[in-house]
C-alpha cells in the first residue's frame, strides 16, 4: 500500500512498506555554488578508470563491468586487473592494483570479500581518488577496515554491495547491467541495483534517459545526501529519483532535501514535486 509522505520544501515523499521515493524537478536554471565533501568528478567525470577482479570468463561480474566500460565507448585509460590474465577486451592485464599508474581517477573492485580490504589498501597506495565495491557479504571487521582505509587516504567509496555507477556524459557504464542507460535528465540513486534498472527502464519508456546512475548498496561513505548536492549543481540533470531504504542521517537528508526542494530563492533553484502517480498514469510502474 503506497501513502504520501512529508513535504520537504515542494519535495513529496511517496512510501509504502519499508521502503521511499522521492521523486523532484528541477525547473530554474540559477544554482547556489557551495563548497562540500563530496567530490564527484572522480565517480562521474574520471579520466580512468581500473577493474580489479576482472574475470577471465564472460559473465562474470567483473569481466561485465569491464565489457560495459570499453563498449560504452569511455574515452579514457582503462586497466584490468587479474593476476592470471594476460589480456581482456583488447587491453593488457595488470597483475595487482599495485601496478597500477599513479592517480587514477576510479577503481571498480569485484574480488571476493576476504580480499577486499588488500585491494582498496593497494588503491589508496597508488594514489586512486574513489573506489567501487562491488563484493557484497563483507563481515564486520573487513568493512570497518574498508571505511579506515578510505579514510585514510582521502578516498570515495560507493557499495560495498552494490550495482556500480555509470554518467552519460563521460560515456561511462561501470555497472553490470545488460544495456548502456540512454543519455537524458534524470539522476538516479538507489540501494537496490535491481529496482535502479527496473527503475531505469521505465524511465527509458517515458523517453526519459540520465545523467547519471549510482547504486550505493550499503552506502558505507556515498550517500543519497551526497547525490542530492551534486545534482542541485549539475546543470544537465533536472529531474532527481531516490529509492531509500533507510537513512543514515535523517536530519541531513530533511536539510538537504529542503535546501534542494525549496521555495524559489535568490540564486536558488527551484524544484518542482512530480508525484509518483504521474509517472504511474504514463507507465506500467507497479
Same mark, same amino acid.
Given at each position: ?13 511517496? !512510501? ?9 524537478? =528541477? ?5 547556489? #555554488? ?67 599508474? %599513479? +592517480? ?34 563483507? +563481515?564486520?571487521?573487513? *568493512? ?18 552494490? %550495482?556500480?555507477?555509470?554518467? @552519460? $556524459? ?31 527502464? !521505465? ?7 540520465? @545523467? ?6 550499503? =552506502? ?16 544537465? @540533470? #533536472? ?16 536539510? @538537504?532535501?529542503?535546501?534542494? *526542494?525549496? #521555495? $524559489?530563492? !535568490? ?7 512530480? !508525484? ?11
Amino acid at each position: 500500500m503506497q501513502r504520501q509522505g512529508p513535504t520537504v520544501g515542494n519535495a513529496w515523499l511517496i !512510501h509504502g512498506d519499508g521502503w521511499r521515493l522521492m521523486v523532484v524537478r =528541477k525547473m530554474h536554471l540559477l544554482r547556489e #555554488k557551495r563548497p562540500g565533501r563530496f567530490g564527484p568528478s572522480a565517480l562521474f567525470r574520471p579520466d580512468s578508470v581500473a577493474v580489479i577482479g576482472a574475470g577471465r570468463r564472460r559473465g562474470s561480474v567483473g569481466r561485465e563491468i569491464l565489457h560495459n566500460i570499453v563498449t560504452g565507448g569511455f574515452p579514457g585509460p582503462v586497466y584490468p586487473v587479474n593476476p592470471h590474465g594476460r589480456s581482456m577486451e583488447g587491453l593488457t592485464c595488470l597483475t595487482s592494483a599495485a601496478e597500477l599508474p %599513479f +592517480g587514477v581517477d576510479l577503481a571498480v573492485i569485484a574480488v571476493p570479500p576476504a580480499e577486499v580490504p588488500s585491494a582498496a589498501a593497494a588503491c589508496g597506495q597508488r594514489g586512486v581518488h574513489a573506489i567501487i565495491v562491488i563484493t557484497a557479504s563483507l +563481515g564486520g571487521g573487513s *568493512g570497518a577496515d574498508l571505511l579506515s582505509i578510505c579514510r585514510r587516504y582521502g578516498m570515495r567509496l560507493v557499495g560495498p554491495n552494490c %550495482f556500480g555507477v555509470a554518467s @552519460t $556524459p563521460a560515456r561511462l557504464n561501470a555497472t553490470f547491467a545488460v544495456d548502456n542507460p540512454a543519455p537524458g535528465i534524470a539522476g538516479l540513486v538507489m540501494q537496490s541495483g535491481g529496482i535502479g534498472i527496473a527503475l531505469l527502464e !521505465h524511465l527509458r519508456r517515458l523517453g526519459i534517459g540520465v @545523467t547519471t546512475f549510482a547504486s550505493v548498496g550499503d =552506502k558505507y561513505d556515498v550517500s543519497s545526501n551526497d547525490m542530492l548536492t551534486w545534482w542541485e549543481q549539475d546543470e544537465q @540533470t #533536472k529531474l532527481a529519483v531516490l529509492y531509500v531504504e533507510s537513512f543514515g542521517n535523517p536530519r541531513g537528508f530533511a536539510r @538537504t532535501a529542503r535546501r534542494v *526542494g525549496g #521555495k $524559489p530563492a !535568490h540564486r536558488r533553484r527551484r524544484w518542482q514535486a512530480l !508525484h509518483l502517480n504521474e509517472l504511474r498514469d504514463r507507465s506500467e510502474l507497479p
